[in-house]
C-alpha cells in the first residue's frame, strides 16, 4: 500500500502562485511514477502533470504546459507542482495519483491516489 497526502491548497488571486506537496509513504518511492490531477466541480477529473522515477521525464496537459511544474524530491518522498500565472479556470480539487507504471499515472490509472488539496483562484 501507498498513502498519499496532499497539501499546500488555499485560495489566491489571479496571477498569484501556489505550491503543492503530496506526500508519500508505505513504498520505496523512487519505485513509482507521480503525478498530479485535478477535479472542478461539475467536470470529469483531468490530468495536470506527471514525472517519472527518477525525474528525469515529465509530462504537461496543454492548459498548463509552461504555467506549471512538477518536481519530486526522493529523498523526502514527496513530489510538487509549482503553479504560476494561476487563472480562475484552474480551480479545483488536486489530487495526485501513483503507479510504478508511468504510462498509468498518465492515463489516470495510477493504483494509488490521494484525497486532494482544494485550490481556488479568484478573478
Known amino acids: 500500500q501507498v498513502q498519499l497526502l496532499e497539501s499546500g491548497g488555499g485560495l489566491v488571486q489571479a496571477g498569484g502562485s501556489l505550491r503543492l506537496s503530496c506526500a508519500a509513504s508505505?513504498?520505496?518511492?523512487?519505485?513509482?511514477?507521480m503525478g498530479w490531477f485535478r477535479q472542478a466541480p461539475g467536470k470529469e477529473r483531468e490530468f495536470g502533470a506527471a514525472?517519472?522515477?527518477?525525474?528525469?521525464?515529465?509530462h504537461y496537459t496543454g492548459s498548463v504546459k509552461g504555467r506549471f511544474t512538477i518536481s519530486r524530491d526522493n529523498a523526502k518522498n514527496t513530489v510538487y507542482l509549482q503553479m504560476n500565472s494561476l487563472k480562475p479556470e484552474d480551480t479545483a480539487l488536486y489530487y495526485c495519483?501513483?503507479?510504478?507504471?508511468?504510462?498509468?499515472?498518465?492515463?489516470?490509472?495510477?493504483?494509488?491516489w490521494g484525497q486532494g488539496t482544494q485550490v481556488t483562484v479568484s478573478s
Open positions: 495519483a501513483t503507479d510504478q507504471v508511468l504510462g498509468e499515472v498518465v492515463a489516470g490509472k495510477g493504483d494509488y
Open positions: 514525472i517519472s522515477r527518477s525525474g528525469g521525464s515529465t
Open positions: 508505505g513504498r520505496t518511492f523512487s519505485n513509482y511514477g
